[in-house]
């Protein structure tokens, strides 16, 4: 009696045991997906600054010469 037991108690140490190390591996694995997805945001957002930027410039640009244009006809007016 004392023996079953005994190993009752064992297979219930390995299993709480093997459930802990399968949450800690669940974790980490989510961890990495979301340190992933995080990179990819972050790559995202970057190039979007990035376009915002060069459309900020080229409609500077547009507008420089839309001046410039604006100049020209008053003078021939």
Same mark, same amino acid.
Do not use: C
């Given at each position: 009696?004392f023996?079953?037991?005994?190993?009752? @108690?064992? #297979? @219930?140490?390995?299993?709480?045991?093997?459930? @802990? #190390?399968?949450?800690?591996?669940?974790?980490?694995?989510?961890v990495?997906?979301?340190?992933? $997805?995080?990179q990819?945001?972050?790559m995202?957002?970057?190039?979007? #600054?990035?376009?915002?930027?060069?459309?900020?410039?080229?409609?500077? /640009?547009?507008?420089?010469?839309?001046? /410039? #244009? /604006?100049?020209?006809? $008053?003078?021939?007016?």
């Amino acid at each position: 009696m004392f023996d079953n037991l005994f190993a009752l @108690v064992i #297979v @219930v140490i390995v299993l709480i045991f093997l459930a @802990v #190390v399968a949450k800690q591996a669940l974790t980490t694995y989510r961890v990495k997906v979301e340190s992933s $997805k995080d990179q990819s945001y972050r790559m995202l957002a970057q190039e979007a #600054v990035m376009a915002q930027i060069r459309a900020a410039e080229e409609l500077a /640009e547009l507008r420089a010469r839309l001046t /410039e #244009v /604006e100049r020209l006809l $008053k003078e021939i007016d």
